[in-house]
């Protein structure tokens, strides 16, 4: 293409979300591996309209393309296919290291593939980290508590994990990444953050990823059974994703490398969340109960008091609201033949 054609493609594109403006020294270049996931592409977000850097690792396992494709071509951002088991050199400030499938069936779908992920992803954007004097956030889970015996879980709490169930591989893959975090730290100084999410939902949730939140909100739109697993009296406390990325951005810029809780305490019975979906769809859909899966934890509920404390965070999205705006995500989806 001659450059005048390539100037007039480039004035069609359809026009970015206007960035700010920030001074070189403000501005950093922050990598994001999982960037095209669900979570990951709002971090992108916000971190894009903050004015900083950004480059995004992914290999599209559960991750797509679309979910970032509105930077596509933006000065200020990247995305790379690379898978984060191989090693990966680039020159960045901050590293939000997301890498690794989050839903019951995808990482059980290849567990060596996950603990793979955890562990030698992790070791690599660690020594990442190490080599370029990056700040590194590792995004861990309540998982790392497994079937817990204390509640709500606070981070002084070491957990109750099955080491060779099927949940272990994301479990342990995430436990070791933490450790892995610490032993980095501690040998060769790197700066650390650990954010222990709990459960989270909102719109770019996958919407097969098999998670409670889409499946219900899914089932529901198509006026299908809800399917709870189990009896439905296991807990779960829900939060929407940009409370979370509001969290994972006061940890990256905080000075406190001990882990912390980011959920949102607000906890529901399973068939008390379908419910919720029931009514915020407005569906008459039956409710039919399948076997309980193995080792499936029985409650779950964030002790927020150091994040409120050291961050000044705690969530801002009532759990209904945030319900409605997936729900429209998905309506919109449908609609649009995208799903
Ligand atoms: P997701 O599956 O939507 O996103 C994960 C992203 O990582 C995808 O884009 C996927 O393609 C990419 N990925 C997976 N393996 C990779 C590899 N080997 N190399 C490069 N990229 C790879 O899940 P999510 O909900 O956005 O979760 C993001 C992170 O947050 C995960 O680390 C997860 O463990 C953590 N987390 C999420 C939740 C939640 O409720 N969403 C809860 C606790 C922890
Ligand atoms: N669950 C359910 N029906 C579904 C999907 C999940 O009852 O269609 C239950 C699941 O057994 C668990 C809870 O909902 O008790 C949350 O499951 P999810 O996979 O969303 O997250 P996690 O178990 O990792 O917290």
């Not at 403006?21 to 990598?31: G, T």
């Not at 004015?51 to 790379?80: A, C």
């Not at 610490?182 to 949730?205: E, K, L």
């Not at 919407?207 to 189990?230: H, P, W």
Request: with cysteine; proline share 6%.
């Amino acid at each position: 293409l001659d450059s005048n054609t390539m100037t007039i493609f480039y004035l069609h594109q359809k026009s970015f979300l206007p960035v700010k403006s920030l001074s070189q020294k403000e501005k950093k270049r922050i990598l994001v591996t999982g960037g095209a996931g669900f979570v990951g592409s709002h971090l992108v977000d916000r971190l894009m309209l903050m004015g900083h850097e950004v480059i995004v690792l992914d290999n599209f396992f559960t991750g797509r393309k679309n979910n970032v494709s509105h930077w596509m071509n933006h000065p200020n951002f990247e995305l790379i296919r690379h898978d984060v088991v191989d090693p990966f050199l680039i020159e960045v400030d901050q590293i939000y290291h997301l890498a690794c499938p989050a839903s019951p069936p995808h990482y059980q779908y290849n567990p060596i593939k996950t603990v793979k992920t955890s562990v030698m992803g992790t070791i690599n954007m660690l020594g990442l980290a190490k080599r370029v004097k990056a700040r590194f956030l590792l995004t861990s889970t309540s998982e790392v508590y497994g079937d817990p015996e204390e509640h709500p879980q606070a981070e002084t709490y070491w957990g109750h994990v099955n080491p060779i169930g099927p949940r272990a591989c994301y479990d342990e893959g995430k436990r070791v990444a933490e450790t892995l975090t610490y032993s980095y730290m501690h040998q060769d100084d790197v700066d650390v953050r650990v954010a222990r999410i709990f459960n989270t939902f909102g719109p770019r949730m996958n919407e097969n990823d098999g998670r409670v939140v889409s499946n219900f909100i899914m089932q529901a739109l198509k006026g299908e059974d809800l399917t709870i697993y189990g009896d439905g009296s296991q807990t779960r406390s829900f939060q929407y994703v940009h409370d979370l990325v509001d969290g994972l951005i006061l940890l990256m810029n905080k000075d406190y490398t001990e882990p912390i809780n980011l959920g949102n305490p607000d906890e529901y019975t399973i068939r008390e969340f379908a419910e919720l979906i029931r009514n915020e769809v407005n569906c008459s859909c039956n409710i039919k109960t399948l076997p309980a899966p193995t080792d499936d934890p029985k409650k779950r509920k964030p002790d927020i008091t150091r994040a409120e404390q050291i961050l000044g965070w705690k969530p801002r999205w009532p759990v209904k609201q945030g319900i409605g705006e997936t729900v429209k995500y998905f309506q919109i989806q449908m609609e649009a033949d995208l799903l």
